[in-house]
């Protein structure tokens, strides 16, 4: 049955999900005086660390930060490689590039969006000196880290978690975060809680967390905090690596703080949402709904046409959705798409088939936990409207 045409709404792709409560916080912080990274920072990574139980947190500015730090703390150089999979944000890559070292690609897995570990066996094979890799939970969806960590650990190679997707995604073996040597989460504008921009490291190993505290500071030994509440020798510090400035200050920890309380509400709604989205485009044979596993984060809502059926092609559809008004996206373009990344690796699209079929029918849907039911059904109906209109009678 045709849906009845509503008057036209704008649905924007994500709304922060903020209150009073946020606002309170940072003006708190704006009256302590205390801008920087100070006891906001470090209470935000204490209770980050409780609540994914890891040892060590460590508030970072982005994950696009965060990630270099980890893999420099890992080893990442001159010499060395990274794989991970084309199908991720760039910073998954360029990270490693920017220490000196190569990236080498992965396919994904036929019926995911995460890197297959079976191809990644085969990449072990052929290419030497893999130092890390890092696998990306697309869409807060789990990789499959048994393996993942099985075949790095027999190969030598460290794995990071490209977490950024994945708070608070939790399998039977833990919250992600928790299930590799070391993991990258974000807090960007989009991401499941924010702070504007903003990451978090987790990892166990206490000395790697020590070089990171540095490198994320510009090599300096000791908290700024430190340096200027002490009474004696405030001034004095020393410098013992080239680090970076990727603190995390203040005034975002406190929003970061506040979201934190709210993730599982906001889970338990976006999950409501991915229910019915799910529900309704189960009915429609031209849409293939998301990959879902235990302990998924619903990050995203990742929806694909099925080229077979649909006179149209991802793009034009797309296009269509937001002249309707619908505040779409795509995740992801894959890394091979990239004129950068096309020019150093000189890439082909056969080399990674299950990436590139994703990437060319995948529509990322407007998405968040407050979204209300007027626009969840405008999105669902605005949506089977299109694809009726192309569908191949066939
Ligand atoms: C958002 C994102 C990043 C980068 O996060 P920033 O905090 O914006 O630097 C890295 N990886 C993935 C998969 C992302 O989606």
Known sequence: MEPETKDKLFIPFFKPSFSGEEERAVLDVIHSGWLTTGKEALAFEKEFAGFIGTREALAVNSASSGLLLALEAFGTRSGTKTATTPYTF??????????????????????????????????????????????????????????????????????????????????PAGFAGTLADAAVFSFY????????????ITLKDR?????????????????????????????KYDVTCA?????????????????????????????????????????FDFLRIPPDSPGNAWHLYLLRIKPEKLNVTRDDFARELQREGLGISVHFIPHFDFTFIKKRYGLSRSDFPNAAEKADTTISLPFWPGMNEEEIQYVIDRVTKIGAKYYRKS
Request: aromatic content about 6%; some cysteine.
């Open 243 to 283: 680090g970076w400035k990727c603190n995390m200050p203040d005034i975002l920890a406190a929003i970061g703080r506040i979201q934190l309380k709210k993730a599982d509400l906001f889970l338990q709604q976006r999950k409501k949402i991915a229910d019915k989205f799910n529900e309704a485009f189960s009915g």
């Open 207 to 235: 000395e790697k967390s020590e070089l990171i505290k540095k490198l994320r500071s510009n090599g300096i030994d000791r908290a700024v905090w430190n340096r200027y509440t002490e009474k004696e020798a405030s001034w």
């Open 90 to 171: 760039i910073s998954t890559a360029t990270s490693s590039l920017h220490l000196g070292a190569e990236v080498v690609y992965c396919d994904i897995e036929k019926d995911s969006y995460n890197i297959d570990p079976n191809r990644l066996e085969d990449v072990f094979k052929k290419e030497k000196n893999i130092r890390t890799v890092i696998p990306v939970h697309v869409a807060g969806n789990l990789c499959a880290m048994e393996d993942i960590n099985a075949c790095a650990e027999k190969n030598n190679a460290a794995v990071i978690e490209d977490a950024a997707h994945a708070f608070p995604a939790k399998s």
């Open 189 to 200: 504008a989009t991401k499941t809680i924010t702070t504007g921009e903003g990451g978090m």
